[in-house]
């Protein structure tokens, strides 16, 4: 059995352990805010503090100046928007219909959620840029949401069918022995227990497009049309060190909505993830 | 969290099939109805488009070209089969897959086990491993640059303290873009996979692990004969789903070095992108995806051969 003193020593080293991930997880994000905040002539510096000796906020005018960054957020909020929406509405049936028909649908399903996400992006890419190109949709949000919403319906489709599993079937069939239809044990009893589930996934497929890059780089061409990662690539480049605050001020800004969403759903989604993992 | 009652319901369904033999066929064109307004896209918008990149993987499609395109057999792979700057690209991705999915499934191991533990400031680590999850992959690039940057960044600094030498240029020199940029990898995927090993962790049977304890059984033995059999599915599942995912990553490496220096950092994805939309060859692109779906195919049927050779 081991003593109290090495019961000890094990605790301290846990501790160092877990001091060390926490370091190792925030510093860069740290350095960002850091940068976000100090003056151009400390960034030329050779000795970068931590801590800004004259911190400004001279980086976020400069880059609102800069590059359309306004306009690159309301784009980005149009087709996360859009794309959650649509994403939801479309997969929630399916969902359903998954999770309480097993069989050869439910296996259908779930073998397409993991094929979807073993080919590459290009083997894809390049087809749907040649169809988008047909409609005319390339270099429009509309084209991009329908990018969006395909792409983010594998893992909604996952989320959903957990949580529509998690609702007990017995409370519709008890609903239906009371009396009430289909359609009105779907609204009263099922609808309210999935709505948390439903408002985490749609959440979810909304940071998913706001974060979104590869799709984003390849169909929307003009400035004014493009999201805010496409935007927050043209800072970079030949930067010399009076660029590197404005940079991170605009990176710093374009990360405040994701975070601040996924800080509200994450519990959720993490429960959402396994239940559709332990029960498939 | 509702998702509780869903064993019991599975479980109470199983033990009486012979009550209700034959499901109800008339609600089968109901299933239809909810299915169709997802199926269409996928269709659409995800199936089409992939069997029509297998398809142009044999033509010599082009951008911006007036003449129709043709089909010109396995011309494409012949070639793609002789080109070194490919198969370079492909080690590279191979070296970076690997490289950044075994040090991130052995970090977050260690810290899932640690945050399984009661110990103080475990809140504090779950906050922050939310950061890389949640940052677009973008700015995760960005920000790294910062922490790179020869002259601003903090890791040059760093080094100066300790008297290390003046540092060094880590995105640009040949020798260290690719640990450097595989260091990131590792940074932003290791949340997810904390994530899911966590919730491993605490579906292993607790008694077992505190009887194992009362019969001497040390840490090591304990993980061993105890939470590493619980684990297994899901580490075995998260590494695949990692592999596969930073095969296919993109916009990191894309932020970081855009392949350079001198393509040391040229992962396949970033090849093909700059072969379909850069140079306009689609169809030699399209064959690039379809040998990386073929690879990718066969590691994970070697993978789910020896998980299911494990299970027995």
Request: with cysteine; proline share 6%; aromatic share 10%.
């Amino acid at each position: 059995m081991s003593g109290p003193r090495t019961r000890g020593a094990v605790r301290t080293g846990q501790y160092l352990a877990l001091l060390a991930y926490l370091v190792f997880l925030a510093v860069p994000f740290l350095w960002l805010i850091s940068t976000a905040f100090k003056p151009a002539a400390e960034l030329g510096s050779l000795h970068p503090t931590w801590i800004p000796e004259d911190p400004t906020s001279a980086n976020f005018r400069q880059a609102f100046d800069e590059q359309p960054l306004l306009r690159a957020a309301a784009n980005s909020l149009v087709a996360a928007v859009c794309a959650a929406l649509i994403a939801v509405v479309v997969a929630t049936p399916m969902a359903y219909a998954t999770a309480r028909r097993r069989g050869r649908l439910s296996a259908a399903t779930t073998g397409w959620v993991v094929v979807s996400q073993a080919f590459p992006f290009v083997l894809v890419i390049i087809p749907l840029f040649l169809v988008l190109k047909n409609l005319h949709l390339i270099n429009t949000v509309t084209g991009l949401v329908l990018v969006y919403v395909v792409w983010s319906l594998p893992f909604a489709l996952w989320m959903l069918t957990g949580y529509v599993r998690a609702v007990p079937a017995e409370l519709e069939e008890a609903a239906a022995v009371d009396g009430a239809g289909r359609l009105r044990t779907l609204v009263s009893v099922t609808a309210p227990l999935l709505a948390p589930g439903i408002v985490a996934t749609a959440l979810f497929a909304f940071i998913t497009a706001w974060n979104e890059f590869f799709f984003a780089l390849v169909l929307l061409k003009t400035p004014e049309k493009q999201t805010l990662p496409v935007v927050l690539t043209h800072f970079l480049g030949a930067e010399g060190a009076a660029d590197l605050g404005p940079l991170a001020a605009a990176a710093f800004l374009a990360t405040l909505p994701s975070l601040v969403v996924f800080a509200i759903i994450q519990k959720r989604i993490t429960s959402g993830m396994l239940t559709g993992a332990v029960k498939s | 969290m509702t998702s509780v009652t869903a064993p019991e319901r599975s479980g109470g369904r199983a033990g009486r099939p012979s009550d209700r033999p034959a499901p109800r066929p008339r609600t089968d064109h109901g299933a239809w109805f909810l299915v169709l307004p997802a199926l269409i896209p996928i269709l659409l918008l995800s199936v089409g488009p992939l069997l029509y990149g297998i398809a142009l993987a044999f033509t010599d499609a082009q951008s911006g070209r007036t003449r129709a395109t043709q089909w010109v057999g396995t011309l494409n792979f012949q070639d793609l089969l002789h080109d070194t700057l490919f198969w370079e690209s492909f080690r590279i991705g191979l070296l970076w897959a690997v490289g950044v999915t075994v040090p991130q499934f052995l970090l977050a191991l260690g810290l899932a086990l640690l945050l399984d533990q009661r110990l103080r400031f475990r809140w504090l680590a779950r906050a922050l491993a939310i950061v890389p999850w949640a940052m677009p992959e973008v700015v995760v690039g960005i920000m790294w640059r910062l922490v790179y940057h020869p002259d601003a960044g903090i890791l040059n600094e760093t080094v100066r303290d300790l008297g290390l030498g003046d540092g060094r240029d880590w995105l640009t020199s040949l020798a260290t873009a690719l640990p450097a940029v595989i260091l990131v990898g590792v940074w932003a995927g290791m949340p997810q996979t904390t994530v899911a090993l966590l919730a491993g962790l605490q579906n292993t049977p607790r008694e077992l692990h505190e009887a194992a304890a009362l019969d001497g059984a040390g840490a090591w033995r304990r993980f061993r004969t105890v939470t590493w059999p619980a684990l297994r599915p899901v580490a075995f599942a998260i590494t695949a789903l990692n592999f596969i995912w930073n095969l296919n990553s993109f916009a990191l490496v894309y932020v970081l070095t855009s392949g350079g220096p001198g393509g040391r950092t040229r992962l396949p994805m970033l090849f093909a992108y700059e072969e379909a939309f850069r140079y306009g060859q689609f169809g030699y692109a399209a064959a690039m995806g379809c040998v990386m779906v073929a690879v990718i195919s066969v590691l994970l049927a070697v993978h789910l051969a020896s998980r299911l050779k494990g299970d027995e």
